[in-house]
């Protein structure tokens, strides 16, 4: 059966294609009663609206911006380059730096993104009260947010795109509870800073489990980088020269670099467990200072926001979130390396 065309909108409404079209594509200059005339027609005949041959006749251009926090965090390092690569005739990306862990100035920089006509936002959440006041202007405006990597309240965002941390941080814990192998140990866990959803969820999750499954395990106070690989670097110096038995180090945050320096030399290392196959944490898994990596993958998580951004600003039915499954590397099952490409024999 032929599917319905707007002509055909159209004549059923009795109203001209050009009223038609105005109603469908949400031009305005309609009046109330010749819209609802279109509307109601539109649902007798279950019409689809064709969005790419409409966005075609509007030369429409999508905008998207990115807020990611700034500084040398090679995760996110890897994420702008990615996104580079998403500009196109079609679609604008833009990337928006901001101080990492700083609610207020995250709250101030959305502030300033307001006023402009965007199609989406992808925002690395905190869990911080400044954020409500642009997170609600954006929600009212019809304007979506999506949070990326680290999760935002419920209620002010449209989606969250990246793993389920909770899982991550339990993960972590099973992985370094059973390689104990019922000996008591200590675990030094390091995050970047406890007001990123994505950090807090894991250090829950990790808790949860060795308090749960490993008693033989202890937990020693919890240590905050700033994901600066220089204060983590201090940090696990400070901790492996003193009088506690360190058995193991969980890296929930960034800042790897520091941590493969801290170790490297050390005759006796503890298990080490840190998350993204960055340059540095792949080298220190091939050399043996890391014995796993826990690694989401980014070029997944773009994907999934720009998908669901542009089906909200089309008035589409929003896509079902994809569930981003991360994976767990060890020395023997790393991927090629992406930066050596590949050798034909």
Not at 19 to 29: I, Q, S, Y
Request: glycine share 8%; proline share 6%; with cysteine.
């Amino acid at each position: 059966m032929k599917s319905p065309t707007l002509t055909d909108v159209a004549r059923h409404a009795g109203v001209s294609y050009a009223t038609a079209d105005r109603v469908v594509n949400n031009r305005g200059r309609v009046s109330a009663k010749s819209a609802d005339k279109v509307r109601a027609a539109v649902g007798a005949l279950r019409y689809v609206r064709n969005v790419a041959a409409a966005n075609l006749s509007q030369g429409r251009r999508y905008r998207y911006v990115f807020v990611l926090p700034e500084g040398p965090n090679a995760f996110f390092q890897n994420i702008r380059a990615l996104l580079r690569g998403y500009n196109s005739a079609t679609q604008e990306v833009e990337v928006h730096d901001v101080s990492a862990f700083d609610a207020q100035s995250l709250s101030q920089h959305l502030l300033g993104l307001a006023g402009r006509q965007l199609d989406g936002i992808a925002v690395v959440g905190l869990d911080a009260a400044p954020l409500a006041e642009p997170l609600n202007a954006f929600r009212d405006a019809g304007t979506p947010v999506v949070a990326l990597i680290s999760d935002l309240p419920v209620a002010q965002r449209a989606a969250y795109i990246g793993i389920d941390n909770v899982a991550a941080g339990r993960t972590a814990a099973r992985l370094l509870g059973q390689a104990h192998g019922g000996q008591n140990g200590a675990v030094h866990v390091i995050v970047g800073n406890l007001a990123a959803r994505d950090h807090h969820d894991r250090l829950a999750g990790f808790h949860a489990v060795l308090e749960s499954d490993f008693p033989n395990l202890t937990l020693l106070p919890v240590t905050q980088s700033g994901d600066c690989g220089g204060h983590v670097e201090a940090q696990v110096r400070e901790v492996m020269g003193g009088n506690t038995e360190v058995s193991a180090i969980y890296n929930a945050g960034a800042g790897n670099s520091g941590l493969s320096r801290a170790l490297k030399e050390r005759a006796h290392r503890p298990l080490v467990l840190a998350h993204e196959l960055t340059p540095h944490a792949r080298t220190a898994l091939e050399t043996g200072v890391f014995d796993y990596i826990i690694d989401q993958r980014p070029d997944a998580e773009i994907d999934a926001a720009l998908t669901l951004m542009r089906a909200i600003a089309d008035g589409m039915p929003t896509p079902r979130t994809p569930a981003i499954l991360p994976a767990i590397y060890v020395r023997d099952n790393l991927p090629p390396d992406p930066e050596k490409g590949c050798t034909l024999l």
